[in-house]
C-alpha cells in the first residue's frame, strides 16, 4: 500500500459512504503517521475503514470498494468497510488520531488514523500470528516506543490480557537488545 492508494480508498469511501470522516484502524493507518513506512508494514492491500458520523455505511463501502469488487480489481487494493468495535482500541485513541486530507488526494474528505502506538497495542490485543510480526517490525524499525506501548497496552479494554501483552512486548525489546 501507498500513502496515494490511502487517499484513494479515503475519496472513494467518502463518496459511497456519504460521509466526509472516516476511521482508519488497520494495520494501513501505519501510513498516516509514518507514509514511507517500511514494505513490509505496507504489505497489506486491504484498508479498515468505518465512516465516522455514518457508521451504517460499512456495508455499502464493502460492496462498492470491497474484496473481489471492481474498484479492487481496477486498483489492486481494496477498502474492507468494517465497524470499529472489532477492534481493540486503547481508552483516549480517538484524541490522537492522524488526520489524513488533501484538496485533490481526498476531495477535503479525511481519514482519522489510529496512532501508531494505539495501532500496535490493537494489533497485539489481537494476537495474530501476522499482527506480532506487524508489532515486532514497528519494534526493530524503532517506529514505536516501547514505553508508550506499555502504557497503551494498559489502557486496552478489560477483554485484552494486558499482563500477558506487556510481558511480550517487554521479551521482544529485551531480545532486540
Avoid at 473481489?68 to 477498502?79: A, D, E, I, L, N
Wanted: with cysteine; net charge negative.
Amino acid at each position: 500500500m501507498r500513502y496515494d492508494q490511502l487517499e484513494h480508498a479515503i475519496r472513494a469511501a467518502c463518496q459511497v459512504s456519504k460521509d466526509q470522516e472516516l476511521i482508519i484502524f488497520g494495520s494501513q493507518a501505519v501510513l498516516g503517521t509514518y507514509p514511507e513506512a517500511p514494505g513490509d508494514l505496507r504489505a497489506s492491500i486491504e484498508i479498515d475503514i468505518q465512516p465516522m458520523n455514518r457508521p451504517e455505511a460499512v456495508d455499502d463501502i464493502d460492496g462498492a470498494l470491497g474484496e473481489f469488487s471492481m474498484f479492487h480489481q481496477m486498483h489492486g487494493f481494496y477498502v474492507h468497510g468494517v465497524l470499529l468495535d472489532a477492534a481493540a482500541l486503547p481508552t483516549g485513541w480517538a484524541d490522537r488520531t492522524v488526520p489524513i486530507s488533501h484538496p485533490v488526494g481526498t476531495r477535503g474528505g479525511v481519514g482519522h488514523c489510529i496512532e501508531i502506538h494505539d495501532l500496535a497495542a490493537s494489533k497485539l490485543a489481537a494476537w495474530r500470528e501476522k499482527d506480532r510480526v506487524f508489532v515486532t517490525t514497528l519494534l526493530v524499525e524503532h517506529l514505536v516506543v516501547p514505553l508508550v506501548l506499555l502504557e497503551r497496552i494498559g489502557g486496552l479494554p478489560t477483554g485484552a490480557d494486558r499482563d500477558m501483552l506487556a510481558r511480550w512486548v517487554e521479551a521482544v525489546v529485551a531480545d532486540l537488545g
